[in-house]
């Protein structure tokens, strides 16, 4: 098992009109390459906040402390990365990274034995004693992963992330012509064969369409297209199925599942409904209040939670098999 | 005789030269103090059917017939009257009060629009209604936008009950809520409807819910009425292309244990 | 609080704001510092300015003070344009709201009255108002053309706030379509309309001024106009006459421009972080 980042007391904070917010508070964290981790919670819990972390894409107000940690190994034929990272000076907390070749030491992470489960309990996470040698090292941003190239990242909100004016084609073409160094022939090619795996019906006029012009499931196919238009290793979707009917919410998550698997690419799927996170994800992070309150395999995080807020969000989901409030309350006839 | 009854009900919309029924010969009926789901995929024409039922859009066929009298035919300020005994509880709590509004004004509103209250006696009736719905007195004052997402749509739930109403629409009413604060809107619901004996026409594309709460429901597909019948023997084996669709969509949590 | 801090942080916001004070000052110390008519003789004709410090802007061709005439236009043109700009603004937001609001035949007869207006050219307008009606009704006149921006604002705005959920919610309790527009509709249409006032009260200004110039404004005021106009009759000979009005002119629509944009600039950085 590989640890992709080790997130350390991950502490984000919000600053509006002079009062501040923290939306994530000492958090540890490991991602491990290849796996689909879902991160879980209610609004407010943080778990955005810490999709926008990851991804590096935290507005400039926030105040960032603790390490994110990458262990990427290098990315061949990429363009040099413009800096497009938020402005993180090491005094705010510094987000590090060092490629796998070069530190070894860095891919052990947890005790041997151990499922890959990290001990929810915080004492215990924060006793870091082997990533202590990495933390520690020089700031690389070369090794830090780079949104769009690296990360790919899904919003909830298809349209706030297509330009209306811009062509699905050239959207998509964009995003590989700048991070793979493509010509604008060969993104086109790309962005049509792209269009074709996420299922998108006619994909040779969709690319001359306008995001208006497709429904929001559709919209939804391109941006997770666009995201993946550059072959990042980490896809990270935000609340990606949650404006979708089940219907078509039952289809992106498909996809992303295939997407995934297919380019061994890393999952992280931010969703406030545990049921739909554990149908898809290996590993369940619970956050809540900025915490993360529990983290385990899906299978002991919905079968046997430790955790006591875990359990009254598993009691309070509803699902097809749930006894009726209605048989509860007296109400059926 | 049924509280409300729907029949033939069509409406057309016009979009981009090519005409679509977003709801198209849709009957049904509502019983009282009962809950009737519509259930179906977006663009089905559930929103259209809430909308239609309380006379933000006209149709442009059908029939509805609310409390035994033509509700089609009301007019201004019958109309606005009658509105008394059909209210609606929409999706986004926040956007369905005033931007600028407080709780107690929200809820003075209904109570002055209806003379059903005193100026002088509101404030208690106000106190009232927020303490019916599990909230406390104290919150009148804020602003909206200063309470939760959940008390605003307890506030939501309290004005539409401000004006003894007979049937309330809830467009999506628990859908953008946190999961521990939707089943205790649920309960909430469900403890007012057997105290007042409330009917509910209740829009959901979470057949888990509907199945929980409601007595029957309506799946639509395209606008069209595509299965009806007791929610729980619909839900549990749907005959309906669309229903097993939904059915299999919906996410399942799998608690056996590790 | 913070707003305001914001607002002062920018300094043609800072500079407008004291150019505005200064004329207020001017306008509400007019009659303390200069009691009596302005329009009074106080001593020879055609005084320059800095020759007698007890008339220290001089006097114009009939010997009246020209810094006591300053200090009373500036009242005339804050007064008269604030009040232009006022009546402009409330009638452009209830013809816009109930067009908005209304939509079908009530919004197109409202549009083409306001198209119909937009047309002409607001000055011209005022022009024919005036001289039909009488300089008595300046105000009237100057309103006249200048309400059709914040009509057309607040139909677009209101054409967008009458579609969200809350006004569907208003409906379903039975409010009053008149109450649902004026009370629930029109008030948060506002801020981009308000946003119009700095240039609509600067425009209210120079049309004030313009009237005047061409002796169409009130004659028992003094107006900076006025004194332009009586000034062009010497401008060989004595050109501050018309030059010193011209400034303070120039300075208040540069100050009620300035101000008015910072308050805009700042009240629109607050809703964009919000
Ligand atoms: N004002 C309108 N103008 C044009 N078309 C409309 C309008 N309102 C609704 N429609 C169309 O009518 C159909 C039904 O829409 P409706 O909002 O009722 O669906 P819904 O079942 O509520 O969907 P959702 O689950 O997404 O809320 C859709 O095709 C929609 O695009
Ligand atoms: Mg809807």
Redesign the pocket.
Known sequence: MTALATIRDLTVTYRRDGSEVTALKGVNLDIVAGERLAIIGESGSGKSTLALAVAGLLPASARIEGHIDWFMPPTLGAKAPPSVLPDISPSRGEIGSSTVGSSPTASVIGESGDEGAISPLEGEMSGRTEGGAVERQPFHRSGVPLHGRDIGFVFQDPSASLDPVMTIGKQIAEVARTHLGLTWSQSYARAKSLLERVRLPDPDSALRAFPHQLSGGQKQRVAIAAAIAAGPKVLIADEATSAL?TIVQAEIVALIRRLVTEDGMTLLFISHDIALAAELAERVAVFRHGQLVELGMTAQIVGAPAQPYTRALLNAHIGLDTRPLLDRAGLHA | MSLLAVSNLTKR???GGKT?A??DDVSFHVDPGETLALA??????????ARLVLRLIEPDDGRIEFESDDFLALRRAALRARRARLQMVFQDPLAAFNPRATVARVLDDPLRIHGIASRAERPRRIAALLERVGLTADLAPRAIHEISGGQRQRVAIARAIATKPSLIVL??AVSALDVSVRGEILELLLDLQRQEKIAYLF?S?DLGVIRSIAHRVIL?DA?RVAENGDARTVIDAPQSAIGKALVAAAPRLNRAGP | MSALRRFLRTPEAVAGAILLAVLIAMALSASLLFPGDPQAIAGPALLPPFQDWSLPLGTDRLGRDVLAELFHGARTSLAVGLAAAAAALVVGAVVGTLAGFAGGLVDEVLMRITDAFQTVPSFLLALAFVSVVGPSLGVVAIALGTWTGPARVARAEVLSIRERDYVAGARVIGMHPLAIAFREVLPNALPPVLAMSSVIVAAAILTEAALSFLGLGDPNRVTWGGMISEGRAVLRTAPFLSIVPGIALVLTVLGVYLAGEGIVETTAVRRGLS
Not at chain 2, 40 to 49: A, F, L, M, Q
Request: net charge neutral.
């Open positions: 009917d | 919309y016009r979009r679509i977003a709801v179906g995929p977006s663009g089905s024409g559930k929103s259209t059917i467009d999506e829009i594309h639509l606008g």
